[in-house]
């Protein structure tokens, strides 16, 4: 596998064996894009040959992956450009192995746990790198998580080592996105390889609406009383193939902005926009509804000349998701005509029942933080808890104080990428996933979803990478190809 991955690749090798010829932050050619691109397509066809060997074999699915980390491990040493841009390019095709794990005294980890292995070298590469910004945002990310190991050691509360490093998920985002995007056409490289690594669990979120997902063992539904059966696709729960979902649509929408395709490949993209969609709302996940339809509203209100071939598609599209939209706005509308007081909204069993429950989980929570000390209450407990809210789960776990650290920080990266010299559309891009972030905070736990952190971080991180390197000539990162 690794040697056919490395010969789709090969192009981008010098003669002495890195993608370019000098250290600086030079732009990839327009050859290695490309190369990387087609290695990238060829990793995710493997992989999706791995999704269906697991219904059969999981030994051999679970072998497949370690021969996968491994390549990629490799690449992390030897070429650590190469091994970022790879693992962007499939890490959301990879998250359908999740449940792939050998009950094993030897081999107890699960291959989404064994994935962090090529992304710890890649950070270990990044530390001699010479940073010409960031450095308060990854000093101010190093105390939020102090903060967590503080409530930790101070309550005597087992670590949970998985928790730990999908809560590093923003921290390993943001650097990786310092270290390694430098300009504009390696962010657009970034998005297109996203897009890729998007396109399988779309896929599949689609034909499981179409055509069911009974006798297919792969797919994946959560069932509820008023909304039905929510789609989840290849993942375990309906909001993480949402937050897959999103990705999907925005990197969609920007190939399609960005680039001047032909009619087919614009269809094409059209259509894909569509079945993205189509996955958000199959979802019923309120909040990444939201988001999806504010994206929708903007780039259709951008770009409404060019989008007369989206017209039957927006269509079509509408009157098949009649009977989800039917049953979120049901759910909604239920909850809304409830007789509501906020100051027992946390207290009182008769609203336990809303937000699909999510009510009766934060009226827990919210009991267990009062009942802690007053030094719990404003430092935290170290506990966690499955708490479907960024907010819930952060507060139980930092408290008050770190809580506030973490909102504070996302005000601060606001502030930044407001203020950073990029293009109006870059700082829309930007302003945006942010404040998608933490509007989903609100009904899920993002903090402890570590794709969709590594994405979003990496995202704004090299975003404030090219805003720096547009305001001077010197390159804002010292990278090694």
């Given at each position: 596998?690794?040697?056919?991955?490395?010969?789709?690749?090969?192009?981008?090798?010098?003669?002495?064996?890195?993608?370019?010829?000098?250290?600086?932050?030079?732009?990839?050619?327009?050859?290695?894009r490309?190369?990387?691109?087609?290695?990238?397509?060829?990793?995710?066809a493997?992989?999706?040959?791995?999704i269906?060997?697991?219904?059969?074999?999981?030994?051999?699915?679970?072998?497949?992956?370690?021969?996968m980390?491994?390549?990629?491990?490799?690449?992390?040493i030897?070429?650590?450009?190469?091994?970022?841009?790879?693992?962007?390019?499939?890490?959301?095709?990879?998250?359908?192995?999740?449940?792939?794990?050998?009950?094993s005294?030897?081999?107890?980890?699960?291959l989404?746990?064994?994935?962090?292995?090529?992304?710890?070298?890649?950070?270990?590469?990044?530390?001699?790198?010479?940073?010409?910004?960031?450095?308060?945002?990854?000093g101010?990310?190093?105390?939020?998580?102090?903060?967590?190991?503080?409530?930790?050691?101070?309550?005597?509360?087992?670590?949970?080592?998985?928790?730990?490093?999908?809560?590093?998920?923003?921290?390993?985002?943001?650097?990786?996105?310092?270290?390694?995007?430098?300009?504009?056409?390696?962010?657009?490289?970034?998005?297109?390889?996203?897009?890729?690594?998007?396109?399988?669990?779309?896929?599949?979120?689609?034909?499981?609406?179409?055509?069911?997902?009974a006798?297919?063992?792969?797919?994946h539904?959560?069932?509820?009383?008023?909304?039905?059966?929510?789609?989840?696709?290849?993942?375990?729960?309906?909001?993480?193939?949402?937050?897959?979902?999103?990705?999907?649509?925005?990197?969609?929408?920007?190939?399609?902005q960005?680039t001047?395709?032909?009619?087919?490949?614009r269809?094409?993209?059209?259509?894909?926009?569509?079945?993205?969609?189509?996955?958000?709302?199959?979802?019923?996940?309120?909040?990444?509804?939201?988001?999806?339809?504010?994206?929708?509203?903007?780039?259709?209100?951008?770009?409404?000349?060019?989008?007369?071939?989206?017209?039957?598609?927006?269509?079509?599209?509408?009157?098949?998701?009649?009977?989800?939209?039917e049953?979120?706005?049901?759910?909604?509308?239920?909850?809304?005509?409830?007789?509501?007081?906020?100051?027992?909204?946390?207290?009182?069993?008769?609203?336990?029942?809303?937000?699909?429950?999510?009510?009766?989980?934060?009226?827990?929570?919210?009991?267990?933080?009062?009942?802690?000390?007053?030094?719990?209450?404003?430092?935290?407990?170290?506990?966690?808890?499955?708490?479907?809210?960024?907010?819930?789960?952060?507060?139980?776990?930092i408290?008050?104080?770190?809580?506030?650290?973490?909102?504070?920080?996302?005000?601060?990266l606001?502030?930044?990428?407001?203020?950073?010299?990029?293009?109006?559309?870059?700082?829309?891009?930007?302003?945006?996933?942010?404040?998608?972030?933490?509007?989903?905070?609100?009904?899920?736990?993002?903090?402890?979803?570590?794709?969709?952190?590594?994405?979003?971080?990496?995202?704004?991180?090299s975003?404030?990478?090219?805003?720096?390197?547009?305001?001077?000539?010197?390159?804002?990162?010292?990278?090694?190809?």
């Open positions: 596998m690794a040697k056919t991955a490395n010969a789709a690749i090969a192009e981008n090798a010098s003669p002495r064996g890195s993608l370019l010829s000098d250290t600086m932050a030079d732009s990839l050619s327009k050859i290695s490309k190369s990387i691109l087609n290695g990238i397509v060829l990793l995710d493997i992989i999706l040959a791995l269906f060997i697991k219904i059969f074999s999981p030994l051999v699915a679970y072998i497949g992956g370690l021969f980390i491994g390549y990629l491990t490799y690449l992390a030897s070429r650590p450009v190469v091994c970022f841009f790879t693992i962007i390019g499939i890490k959301l095709t990879f998250d359908a192995l999740w449940d792939v794990q050998l009950d005294t030897l081999l107890q980890f699960s989404l746990e064994l994935f962090i292995v090529p992304v710890l070298v890649l950070l270990v590469t990044s530390v001699t790198a010479k940073y010409r910004r960031g450095k308060w945002e990854i101010y990310l190093l105390f939020y998580l102090a903060l967590r190991a503080f409530a930790t050691l101070m309550n005597n509360v087992p670590t949970d080592y998985t928790i730990l490093v999908r809560q590093s998920g923003i921290l390993i985002g943001f650097v990786l996105g310092l270290r390694f995007v430098t300009n504009e056409d390696d962010f657009g490289t970034i998005i297109r390889a996203l897009f890729i690594s998007s396109i399988v669990p779309v896929a599949a979120t689609a034909f499981q609406f179409f055509f069911g997902d006798d297919i063992p792969i797919f539904y959560t069932i509820e009383s008023v909304r039905g059966a929510r789609q989840a696709g290849l993942y375990f729960d309906a909001a993480t193939n949402g937050m897959t979902s999103i990705i999907a649509l925005v990197s969609c929408l920007y190939v399609l960005s001047e395709p032909n009619n087919r490949s269809i094409m993209l059209i259509i894909f926009a569509g079945l993205a969609l189509l996955a958000i709302i199959s979802g019923a996940t309120r909040s990444i509804m939201i988001i999806g339809a504010v994206i929708i509203v903007l780039f259709v209100m951008k770009n409404i000349r060019r989008l007369t071939l989206a017209i039957p598609v927006l269509a079509g599209l509408i009157y098949i998701i009649q009977p989800y939209l049953s979120v706005l049901l759910k909604s509308t239920q909850e809304i005509r409830s007789e509501i007081f906020l100051s027992d909204l946390l207290t009182s069993p008769q609203y336990r029942s809303l937000f699909t429950g999510r009510m009766s989980i934060w009226q827990t929570i919210w009991s267990d933080f009062n009942a802690g000390s007053m030094w719990q209450q404003f430092f935290g407990s170290g506990l966690i808890s499955d708490a479907h809210s960024s907010y819930f789960f952060l507060l139980l776990q408290g008050w104080f770190g809580l506030a650290v973490y909102i504070l920080f996302h005000i601060l606001l502030r930044s990428v407001y203020r950073a010299s990029l293009s109006l559309q870059y700082k829309l891009f930007g302003l945006a996933i942010l404040s998608a972030v933490l509007l989903m905070g609100a009904s899920a736990s993002v903090v402890n979803y570590t794709s969709f952190q590594w994405i979003i971080y990496f995202m704004i991180g975003l404030l990478n090219i805003g720096l390197a547009s305001s001077s000539s010197v390159p804002a990162a010292d990278v090694r190809y």
